[in-house]
């Protein structure tokens, strides 16, 4: 057997897998996980903004907040487990997926993102474990890597080229929310009637807020890199933070907060109205 028919045996196995109905289960399960996480940030943003600095509004933070619940280490692990269900999935579709894109560069952008996202759910998943068995993980801390950049030559670039992607990507979620493109994630039940204007809605708030919550998290990383200080970078929580710090923070903080627990809304009735 030459290594071509290995690969299309493969790539066969593989799309038979994505289009199986355990897989499709599977994403259901994991987009209920990820909806999970999104609605305890949204309450822990919230909680921020009136106040209580205890939390910290990131998917780690949500996962501690479930800790604290009965059964706190086995909700834990559910949504962890969830999370890597999203891996696969996604996975999958980064190898093999989108074959109804006759155009090949856009079938190719696809998979990219695909790709990309199964990394970020892999991260939370990761997050999850950690948090489930109580360990810190080992990893260095964000600004000790951002610094490691910033030592390289040219290394303010790299770090202001990441700023300038990660608020480019912030900005293609409010454009997604406010031409409606994520409406095309639910089946046609989920798309009509009360409930479908209700699930819009909230994709419409939730990718707004998520947008601007990104895009926060890129102008820390463009500020970091004129500065040349890796302090000034920081992921989600840095982000909030800085936006409380703002006129009216409070206010703004509690409707990303909002919003943010709009989008696991609208995760929640994907996962029960999911296009494939």
């Not at 994991?30 to 600095?53: E, F, R």
């Not at 909700?75 to 093999?96: D, P």
């Not at 994630?185 to 809605?201: F, P, V």
């Amino acid at each position: 057997m030459t290594s071509s028919n290995i690969t299309d045996q493969a790539g066969q196995a593989g799309r038979q897998a994505q289009q199986s109905d355990w897989m499709e289960k599977a994403a259901r399960i994991g987009l209920v996980a990820y909806a999970v996480i999104y609605l305890l940030v949204g309450w822990l943003a919230v909680q921020l903004a009136l106040g209580d600095h205890e939390g910290s509004p990131t998917s780690t933070g949500a996962l501690k907040q479930l800790t604290e619940q009965p059964f706190g280490d086995v909700l834990v692990w559910a949504v962890a487990i969830g999370m890597f269900f999203l891996v696969l999935w996604k996975g999958l579709e980064a190898a093999v997926g989108h074959r109804d894109e006759q155009d090949d560069s856009k079938r190719t952008r696809k998979r990219l993102a695909s790709a990309f996202k199964a990394v970020l759910y892999a991260v939370v998943a990761v997050s999850g474990v950690n948090v489930a068995t109580h360990s810190s993980g080992g990893g260095s801390s964000q600004d000790t890597w951002t610094a490691k950049i910033m030592g390289w030559p040219g290394g303010q670039l790299i770090i202001g080229a990441v700023g300038l992607a990660i608020i480019g990507y912030g900005v293609f979620q409010i454009w997604t929310a406010w031409t409606e493109k994520f409406a095309e994630k639910l089946d046609a039940e989920g798309r009509s009637g009360q409930s479908g204007r209700a699930y819009i809605a909230f994709g419409k708030a939730g990718y707004t807020a998520k947008g601007i919550a990104i895009g926060l998290v890129g102008v820390l990383f463009c500020y970091a890199a004129v500065t040349h200080d890796a302090k000034k970078s920081g992921g989600l929580d840095q982000a909030l933070l800085t936006l409380l710090k703002q006129p009216f923070g409070p206010v703004m903080l509690g409707l990303v907060g909002l919003g943010l627990a709009c989008y696991g809304l609208f995760t929640l009735a994907r996962a029960r109205h999911l296009s494939r």
